[in-house]
Every structure is written in structure tokens, then in C-alpha cells.
């Protein structure tokens, strides 16, 4: 299968910093990313949609201005979370689509002291 | 609202025992159905993949069941091992509107004990 990965794994940042999140497709190209966020014993909900060489497309509710993505190449998008708070402390997974199946990364836990 | 319902939420079962844990969905129509295994603190891993027109699929000791008529499908997981342990999650795909409509389930917390 497809291999999707993600870095860092964890990461703990002071509230005001930004954090970028880097979101990988190893073995294969991907002009469409997905990036969710789950918090404890809640469902993955989908943040944006992450597209090579165009903007982002995100889902209500969701700040754009807040949540920057860049797609840049068909192999990597990032998710930076600017300005973090406690309240984005969370579980942010991304995923890539290859032949009409949906790989996931393993996730990067973000904490926000 | 498409919704995806998942139990139990969780489940405590001994090592070498089988299980069945259950989805009910009201995405209509609907394309495709999967199951995940998320262990804790990673990404989902895909189990099985039914189209509408399917009834079971299997994947070693893993096997979906899907109803359409009733909107319900089940994994059944044999002769359980300790690696089981994780989170199982049902993702129901919708006919129209593409990955970005895709609904997840909360998932059931499988614990195998020895």
C-alpha cells in the first residue's frame, strides 16, 4: 500500500507560536491532500482540502487565516498552525489519495501550554 | 445530516475470543463503506472496503458484513490477539461529493486482554 507520513510526531509549543506540520506522500504522487483534526473520543473531522498549486479549500468553521496550508509540490502539503492556543491542542492526521483508496498519515499530536 | 453510528464504544474481550462491533449509517446514497483501524495516537489503517453492491468482504480475521437495505454493517474479528487492540472505525462514503463528504464514526475501543 501507499505510505503517507508525518512530521513531527508530537510537538508541545507555547500559546502565541506558530507550528508548521509537514504531510508526505512517500511512494506516490498526490495533487489532493486532506487534513483533519481529531480530539479525544471524537470523530476525525475534516479541516481543508489541500491542493497542488492552488488554494486550499476549507471547511466551514474553519479559519483559513489561522490554519495556513501550502500544497507546493505533489508530494508534500503543510499545515501551519499560526498564533496556537490550547484550544488546538489536538490529534491533526492528513491523508492522500492513491487509485480511489484513502491513506492516512500517523498523526501529529500538538500540544499548546 | 449524513451520520455514522458506531457500537459498542467500547468493548473489553479475552485474547482468542471473536467479536462483532456494528455501524448504522443514513448516508444516502452512498458509494462505499470502509473500516479503519486506528491504534492509539496514529493514523487509521484500512481494514476493508464494501461498494453498495456487497455484502462481506474479509481481510484475514477481519470480516465486513454490509446491509444496505437496513443501512448496517458489522466487522467481525476472529480469534482475537492482543495486537487487536485499537480503535475501529466506520467511514461511509456518500454517492456524490467526493472525499470531502466522506463521514467518519466516533469508532469502538477494542481492548484484548490476555
Known amino acids: 500500500g501507499a505510505v503517507v507520513s508525518q512530521h513531527p510526531s508530537w510537538v508541545i509549543c507555547k500559546s502565541g507560536t506558530s507550528v508548521k506540520i509537514e504531510c508526505r506522500s512517500l511512494?506516490?504522487?498526490?495533487?489532493?491532500m486532506f487534513w483533519y483534526r481529531q480530539f479525544p473520543k471524537q470523530s476525525l473531522m475534516l479541516m481543508a482540502t489541500s491542493n497542488e498549486g492552488s488554494k486550499a479549500t476549507y471547511e466551514q468553521g474553519v479559519e483559513k487565516d489561522k490554519f495556513l496550508i501550502n500544497h507546493a509540490s505533489l508530494t508534500l502539503s503543510t499545515l501551519t498552525v499560526t498564533s496556537a492556543h490550547p484550544e488546538d491542542s489536538s490529534f491533526y492526521i492528513c491523508?492522500?489519495?492513491?487509485?480511489?483508496?484513502?491513506?492516512f498519515g500517523p498523526g501529529t499530536r500538538l500540544t499548546v501550554t | 445530516k449524513n451520520q455514522v453510528e458506531q457500537s459498542p464504544q467500547s468493548l473489553i474481550i479475552l485474547e482468542g475470543k471473536n467479536c462483532t462491533l456494528q455501524?448504522?449509517?443514513?448516508?444516502?446514497?452512498?458509494?462505499?463503506l470502509r473500516w479503519y483501524k486506528q491504534d492509539t495516537g496514529r493514523g487509521p489503517v484500512s481494514l476493508t472496503i464494501m461498494t453498495f453492491s456487497e455484502n462481506t468482504k474479509s481481510n484475514g480475521r477481519y470480516t465486513a458484513t454490509l446491509d444496505a437495505d437496513t443501512k448496517q454493517s458489522s466487522l467481525h474479528i476472529t480469534a482475537s490477539q492482543l495486537s487487536d487492540s485499537a480503535s475501529y472505525i466506520c467511514?461511509?462514503?456518500?454517492?456524490?461529493?467526493?472525499?470531502?463528504?466522506?463521514?467518519f464514526g466516533i469508532g469502538t475501543k477494542l481492548q484484548v486482554i490476555p
Open positions: 511512494d506516490f504522487q498526490a495533487t489532493t
Open positions: 467511514v461511509v462514503s456518500p454517492f456524490q461529493g467526493g472525499y470531502q463528504k466522506v463521514t
Open positions: 455501524c448504522n449509517y443514513t448516508v444516502s446514497p452512498f458509494s462505499n
Open positions: 491523508s492522500a489519495i492513491l487509485r480511489d483508496e484513502q491513506y
